[in-house]
């Protein structure tokens, strides 16, 4: 189940907020780790992660505090998004720092989330992506 994770030099943690945190099938792989986290096999990867609910807030914050607490027991890296809020082309629009928040409710993937929020999820991607690379030297 893990292989994949374990080879990788970074995780990025996602799921949609439910009910003020993540959704339940997040927290069983969240369970699941426990092995990882006895035999440090996480530490120092990098670390991050995004949320989506239907509103604006959503409570999303809550589910980025979980997966980054997660991280730390883990012993991981986080990092978070490194955009500032609001620029003109809509990056951030939630305003969050410590991972990627989106808006979206039941629609189709190519009208939620919208544009501005799936630039903001690459842009995270990028910035791990960037990071790691740095610690490869």
Do not use: C
Not at 43 to 66: C, E, H, M, N, W
Not at 88 to 116: C, H, K, W, Y
């Amino acid at each position: 189940m893990f292989a994949q994770l374990d080879a990788s030099e970074a995780i990025i943690f996602g799921s949609p907020t439910y009910m003020g945190g993540p959704a339940a099938q997040f927290k069983a792989f969240a369970d699941a780790t426990a092995s990882k986290w006895f035999g440090r096999a996480w530490r120092d990867k990098i670390a991050a992660g995004f949320s989506v609910s239907l509103s604006p807030s959503g409570d999303k914050f809550s589910t980025l505090q979980y997966f980054h607490t997660l991280a730390m027991q883990h012993g991981m890296i986080w990092v978070g998004l490194g955009e500032m809020p609001l620029p003109a082309n809509g990056i951030d629009r939630l305003g969050s720092f410590g991972g990627v928040m989106a808006q979206a409710g039941q629609e189709p993937t190519e009208i939620a989330p919208n544009a501005p929020d799936k630039l903001t999820g690459e842009l995270l991607g990028k910035r791990v992506a960037e990071f790691a690379l740095r610690l490869e030297k």
